[in-house]
């Protein structure tokens, strides 16, 4: 199928030119994946289970001393979370947020899955509306929640970005482009991966389907995190 962005609409220089890609048979999970989930890697063990993680992960879960997602500290009575609001309790409905790509990766082989690859995730999101994320401008913005009512894929924008399996690298037939511009996406493209989607604190109608968002795999002080995938 094709991927990237058309010359025709808006789009930054690193989701062109759009070009024919063969996605293999998969199923992508219907919604992120949730608190209550990342409480139960928790419990059993998930960050200190060495065969889940990939090996710079590892290294780096226990150099870091990473034992839940950036801004979660364990209480008593259970988990919370510091917001832009406070510190609340977590919400185990909720889609988890702040995680790195290791964290992404090793909860994914934890739970028997995979992350997709960005052009998975692009595949599914063509032709979906979005504006009906969750941003943090609608009420109540606290954290992270899911839309109200939403069928089929849910929360494929705004929300939280999710991380792809994807390494952040050029389409086909990419070049660099002269002057200031070249600066912002050509020079990345190494030792970094793809995120998709959006998130809760992304510009209303700035989040498509081909928009490529990119970090390296330590980081998590956006609101990132994760949609499973499996192959068929």
């Known amino acids: 199928m094709e991927i990237g962005a058309q010359r025709a609409d808006f789009a930054f ?3 062109q030119p759009a070009h024919r890609h063969f996605i293999n048979g998969h199923a992508l999970a219907s919604r992120p ?23 710079d992960g590892w290294a780096w879960v226990n150099g870091e001393r990473i034992s839940a997602p950036l801004y979660w500290r364990r ?30 990766d ?9 992350l997709p690859t960005e052009q998975e995730w692009e595949a599914a999101a063509q032709g979906l509306d979005p504006t009906g994320g969750i941003q943090l401008d609608d009420a109540e913005p606290i954290a992270p929640r899911f839309p109200d009512g939403e069928d089929g894929f849910c929360a494929m924008f705004g929300t939280v970005w999710e991380w792809t399996a994807s390494a952040y690298r050029p389409y086909p037939g990419f070049r660099t482009a002269p002057g200031a511009v070249g600066e912002y996406n050509g020079k990345f493209m190494s030792g970094q991966f793809v995120l998709k989607g959006g998130s809760c604190a992304t510009p209303r109608g700035h ?5 490529r968002n990119f970090f390296y795999p330590h980081q998590r002080w956006q609101f990132t995190g994760l949609r ?4 068929l």
């Open 75 to 104: 209480r008593d009575d259970g988990w919370e979370e510091f917001t832009l609001s406070g510190w609340h309790p977590v919400d185990p409905a909720a889609p988890v947020a702040h995680v790195s790509f290791y964290e992404a």
């Open 13 to 15: 220089d690193n989701e």
């Open 207 to 211: 989040v498509r389907a081909t928009y």
């Open 228 to 231: 499973l995938a499996r192959d």
């Open 106 to 114: 090793a909860f994914a082989a934890w739970a028997g899955a995979r």
């Open 33 to 55: 994946v949730t608190n209550g989930e990342w409480i139960e890697f928790i419990e059993d063990r998930g960050y200190a289970t060495p065969t889940l993680w990939l090996s």
